[in-house]
């Protein structure tokens, strides 16, 4: 009886977990599995709209900014260039920089959070719903597309607006400020011309002036010879 226990317990044994066979296994798979979701995670934030900082580090339009530096730090960590051989990881790390720098600007923050908010208004109204509708409330639950992907959808076609008003207002800046430095060119050229006119004209005076001596030196011979000649 005891042998047949002992022999039924060596198989039992030989698979323990502590087996050093057994961890280089679970050892290579946890790290294949990390490595995965580390392009995962790249993928996704390339995927992101470029425009919408919340949506590239995946996070709620209401997180505070130490939420923000701590999710921006897990994630720079997680993906970053020297942890994953994904090819566009420096690309992902970068937006993700920037993403955390223009959250963490008071400014930039408040006119997103602006457009995005006037998405959700125009959003929920569309669904006959008042302003300060929550996101968990049950009205949202079931709408397909899902509400957070509609909300998102709004918020892009408003942030694109946004940035199509902000380039065509630097284009024509940069048009004025172009005209405005032709014009300044121009006014400068025209005084420049002027002074070198005027320059010219001293450096001729004596000229001119010998010239008029002259002259009016021959008109009075030419006088004094009438005058004998009719004597």
């Avoid at 420096?90 to 908010?117: C, G, M, N, Q, W």
């Avoid at 639950?141 to 918020?155: D, E, M, N």
């Avoid at 946004?162 to 430095?181: D, H, P, S």
Wanted: proline share 6%; charged share 40%.
């Amino acid at each position: 009886m005891s042998e047949a226990a002992s022999s039924s317990s060596t198989p039992a044994s030989s698979s323990k977990p502590n087996d050093p066979a057994v961890e280089d296994i679970e050892k290579l798979l946890s790290r294949e599995a990390t490595a995965f979701q580390r392009e995962i995670e790249v993928e996704r934030i390339l995927k992101a709209f470029k425009l919408n900082p919340y949506e590239i580090l995946d996070i709620n339009e209401d997180a505070t900014p130490e939420e923000i530096k701590k999710k921006y730090r897990h994630l720079s960590l997680f993906i970053h260039p020297d942890k994953t051989s994904h090819p566009r990881a420096p690309e992902a790390f970068d937006l993700l920089k920037k993403a955390e720098s223009e959250l963490s600007d008071k400014t930039k923050r408040e006119e997103l959070d602006a457009v995005i908010h006037q998405a959700r208004v125009i959003l929920l109204r569309s669904h006959n719903l008042p302003p300060n509708t929550r996101d968990d409330d049950p009205r949202l639950k079931g709408l397909i597309p899902p509400w957070r992907q509609q909300f998102l959808a709004k918020s892009k076609e408003l942030l694109i607006d946004e940035e199509v008003r902000r380039r065509k207002a630097v284009k024509m800046n940069l048009a004025n400020e172009g005209l405005e430095a032709r014009k300044k060119e121009e006014e400068a050229n025209a005084k420049k011309r002027k002074a070198e006119e005027e320059a010219q004209w001293e450096e001729t005076r004596e000229q001119r002036v010998g010239s008029w001596r002259s002259f009016a030196a021959n008109s009075k011979k030419k006088k004094k010879t009438k005058v004998q000649i009719l004597g």
